[in-house]
């Protein structure tokens, strides 16, 4: 920002030494009880004391440092149209309350209003990125990280505890839904430079490492529109498709670079799978793409990474076997040792052997007959995605934990609190936020917030 030139910056500082030493005066007076009542006050007292006149002092010494040193912009008598360009006389001097995270001032500067094209504004706002609600962008950005991790109410009451500052619970929704909608997965996405970043800070000059692409689904509670009045049980469990894009570190630990989640249909979730691809150096990785049974992941892995490695999660296709030996055997000793026997065999690669087993199987029963043949359909689906031995000795997962674990920190720690049901659209603004705060990618999320405000070019 522009400084004053007529005024040497050494008496505006002077100046600005005044007013808060102004400040110190008055503020010292909150504490003269403690010397008239003739004995100690506690530490916590005293603390405290401070901590809740502090937004009132700093107010005062943020309203001292403008006046001192934006004292040029408050005086400021013309301006040109941000609409047209025109060249506009200042009209008069607007006052109004801002509130930060140090604490409350009134701000006083000129409104011009320009007649040809019916526009009013107020510089001053735009060169102190000063937003139109009443609490400012620093206040904004710490409700929304709390928010992403707490119940509004919660949110707001630690906030006010922490710093004094009074904030609504719908203040905190408002802010965290605005901010989501800035939080595209664009944005929320590592670009490639970062990603190929992370991969090259793991690779050793041998070896590609291992990247692992899997999807999966998660069941949020939502609510229709305006449902917030009616009784409990209106509600329905809508799906979040989600995906996790990780690289396996050393000792099998994942190293995290992008979750997604959103409650969305295939097609719209397809354009997310297609950015994604776009943003992974391919031949600087050893691609695995981890799914369960559902044949649309599988479609959109092969539509968009037709040289990756397709892997069947070991705990979906354990559970199908087990299923079938159950029907078969009853839950005995036997139906254990034959499902332990068939996946043995699956990770060996003997997908081919243990489908030509199960057709001369004899059904135990019609139960059974109808699981052996639903086994029969599903292995021979997926009879590549299972060489789980020789996987292992790659250095690929075969278990989809990875997903399984951002549905659980992404999703469910925060949407399924008991008694929470959502608007579709506010589900999806707070997976989108809390995505961009585990990716790492929230302060690019906030500068498009910020530019947003001024409509200034992202
Ligand atoms: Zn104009």
Known sequence: MAVAQVIPIKNIFEEFRKLVHDAVDEWVENFRDFFERGELPSITEISDRFHKTRPEFFGQCIESILSSLASDFSRQEYADCPECGRYVRSKRIDKRKVSTVSGDFVLSRPYFYCTDCGSGFHPMDEQLEIVQELHQLDIQEKIAKLAADLPYDRAVEHFTELTGIEVSSHFGHKTLNAIGEEATADVVIPDKTEISRRIEALSDSTERPVMVLAVDGAHMPTRPEGGRAEKRGSGQYKEAKGLRLYLMGNDDRIVHIASWHQIKDVSEFEEEIALIASRIPLDK?????????????????????????????????????????????????????WAESVLTRLGLDMAGSVIAGLKRMKPANEDAEKSILKLITYLGNHKHRFDYDELKKEGCPIGSGGIESSNKFICHTRIKRSGAWWLKDNCNAMLRVRCAIYNGTFDRVLENYKASKFNRLK
């Open 285 to 337: 990785v050893k691609m695995c793409l981890l799914g369960d049974g559902a044949s649309w992941i599988w479609n959109l892995y092969k539509k968009y990474f037709p040289e990756g490695t397709e892997i069947l999660d070991y705990y979906h296709c354990s559970e199908h076997v087990f299923e079938t030996a159950f029907c078969q055997y009853g839950e005995t000793l036997d139906a254990r040792e």
